[in-house]
């Protein structure tokens, strides 16, 4: 099979199931530091555009995930459950099996020339990051992106990698063509320490906040997720303060912050890296999340609270600053094509 990428090896042409899908997957492996110990499974996707159920509190309807599993391995990484439908676990194997929809550009942009496709908001990232490490060797994102532009389907991405500016001229040509894209990174920490021990393979937060400055110098109203916030690690309000100035000083169009919460196979993963990392805190969050996935409500106000008001003073914060300076020329669609952090944020974490 031609593959496009390079510095991969085929051990055997080893195949194996995968469940969900109909043909084998392809096993790989990078020669590469950042792969080690990591399978990339290559398998050939029936649709790239996944509905989000009705019942959902998302505030879009559509989402594409071109990869499942993700090397950044959050310690907090709510998308961790969803390997188990791969009969993989939400520990290690979802830091170490990686699946690759190899042929997730071309399944899309046949979707998006269907009839019935009506061009509602899209959005990226919402699982797992499109623009994690193996991204840099398949390169699936400039096609989808595309495919996005070329039907006039409005997009939002959400990252914790400045690879994302490697497709910054691709990106530049969505207002010409009067189709909405927007952005936002997630910072929960510039305290070194905290964020290699609960990001440990993720690009230096203070790079992610330059890129956010480069987006929207660039055009691309691009935000910041201060997310999620975990009390006692990173929820000092100074270091949530230097978050939300540097943030506003690289013109971030909205900025959102919310706690932590521990939904299914989640918890157990974070609260093992909580016993090696920050035993004193193990009894205060048994408590914290004794009556399930979200820490009490006082709390989560609080520090949502304390987000909001130590945000930048004198700037339009939230949905409608999201919109500022995308698509010069309206295409036929719905009117909610752009998607606010705020609302973002507020569900995914």
């Known amino acids: ?34 792969a080690l110990d990591t399978r990339f499974w290559e398998v050939r996707a029936k649709s790239a555009l996944n509905r989000v159920p009705g019942k ?3 505030p879009f309807r559509w989402t594409i995930n071109p990869y499942r599993g993700c090397s950044h391995a959050c310690a907090f990484c709510f998308a961790r459950p ?38 509602e908001h899209v959005a990226m990232g919402t699982n797992t990051d499109p623009y994690q490490w193996v991204e840099s060797r398949y390169r699936l994102m400039p096609p989808i992106l595309e495919a996005l532009r070329d039907s006039r389907t409005p997009c939002s991405i959400l990252t914790k990698s400045p690879l994302l500016l490697r497709d910054l001229e691709l990106l530049r040509t969505f207002a010409p063509a009067g189709v909405d894209v927007s952005a936002a990174f997630s910072v929960p920490t510039l305290e070194e320490k905290a964020w290699r021990a609960s990001e440990p393979h993720t690009p230096h937060p203070r790079k992610r906040l330059e890129a956010v400055g480069a987006l929207n110098r660039a055009g691309i109203p691009t935000g910041v997720l201060v997310a999620p916030l975990m009390p006692g690690i990173n929820d000092d309000p100074r270091r949530v303060e230097e978050i939300l100035t540097i943030a506003g ?26 016993r090696s990392y920050r035993p004193d805190l193990v009894e205060r969050y048994e408590q914290l999340y004794a009556r399930g996935a979200y820490a009490p409500k006082d709390v989560r106000d609080e520090l949502a609270a304390m987000v909001r008001q130590r945000r930048p003073r004198g700037r339009d914060w939230g949905a409608r600053a999201v919109r500022r300076g995308t698509a010069r020329r309206e295409p036929e669609r719905p009117a909610r094509s752009a998607v606010s952090v705020d609302d973002v944020q507020q569900r995914l974490f």
Not at 7 to 12: P, V
Not at 96 to 118: C, D, G, M, T
Not at 249 to 273: K, Q, Y
């Open 249 to 274: 000083e690289m013109g971030a169009v909205s900025i959102g912050g919310i706690c932590l919460h521990l939904r299914g196979d989640v918890r157990g993963v974070f609260m093992d890296w909580l």
């Open 1 to 34: 099979m031609f593959v496009r990428w390079q510095s991969l090896t085929i051990d055997g042409a080893q195949q194996a199931a995968l469940p969900g899908y109909r043909e084998p997957a392809t096993i790989r492996h990078f020669d590469a530091p950042e």
């Open 82 to 119: 969803t390997h188990a439908y791969l009969d993989f676990d939400a520990g290690r194997d979802f830091e170490k099996e990686i699946v690759v929809k190899v042929n997730a550009p071309e399944v899309l942009r046949s979707e998006l020339a269907r009839a019935s496709w009506k061009r």
């Open 56 to 58: 959902s509190r998302m």
